[in-house]
């Protein structure tokens, strides 16, 4: 009688929906996410990798925008007073924001790398990179007047946050309808 343990193409042969596979003594992986990860390595590229951040970015900053808008709807219906109370605990949902421009930032740089020798032949692209900065100016306009409003005299603030904010889900949608259109 032998004590050879299995392989790893015996016991995939062998496994069922719901059989866990050994990665090495400690670590066993189901095999859906087992096949997942070899494809995924075998497969795709460092590009391939930035484009799902860069969309996960894009889902977390434009997300950010309409949870405000409907957020903001919310506290339309509320009494005054609660309206002012609400508005200001809402401020933590802009975090995911920040978040979200930040991948966006990051991984567009690498994906743009292709692109930056021919960017002077590319008007909508050059459009779309001058809206990410004009994005990028009214956050932080938006930050610093979420500071100021957590301080004090938040109705003149809030005001001032809910123009931006309308503002900055027009500039963010124009983004992506640019990024479609140049990348095609």
């Given amino acids: ?3 050879e343990r299995p392989t790893q193409e015996d016991l995939r042969a062998s496994a069922g929906p719901n059989t866990l596979l050994p990665v090495n003594e400690r670590t066993y992986l189901h095999p859906l996410i087992f096949y997942l990860a070899a494809s995924f390595h075998q497969t795709h590229t460092m590009r391939d990798i930035m ?3 860069h969309f996960i970015g894009l889902a977390m900053g434009i997300g950010t925008s309409f949870a405000f808008m409907f957020l903001g709807i919310a506290a339309a219906k509320l009494a005054p007073e609660d309206r002012l109370k609400f508005a200001l605990q809402t401020f933590s949902v802009s975090r995911m924001g920040h978040i979200g421009l930040t991948l966006l930032i990051l991984s567009g ?3 743009m790398t292709p692109y930056w020798r021919s ?3 590319v008007p909508l692209l050059i459009a ?3 809206l990410v ?3 990028a100016i009214l956050i932080g306009i938006i930050s610093v007047n979420m500071r100021k409003a957590l301080a004090g005299n938040a109705e003149a603030h809030l005001k001032k946050i809910g123009t931006l904010g309308r ?3 027009i500039v963010g949608l124009a983004i992506v309808i640019l990024a479609v259109c140049v990348f095609h």
């Fill in 128 to 130: 779309k990179l001058v």
């Fill in 119 to 121: 960017l002077s032949n």
């Fill in 109 to 111: 740089g690498y994906l």
């Fill in 1 to 3: 009688m032998t004590s």
């Fill in 167 to 169: 503002l900055t889900m």
């Fill in 133 to 135: 900065v004009i994005l």
């Fill in 51 to 53: 484009l799902i951040i």
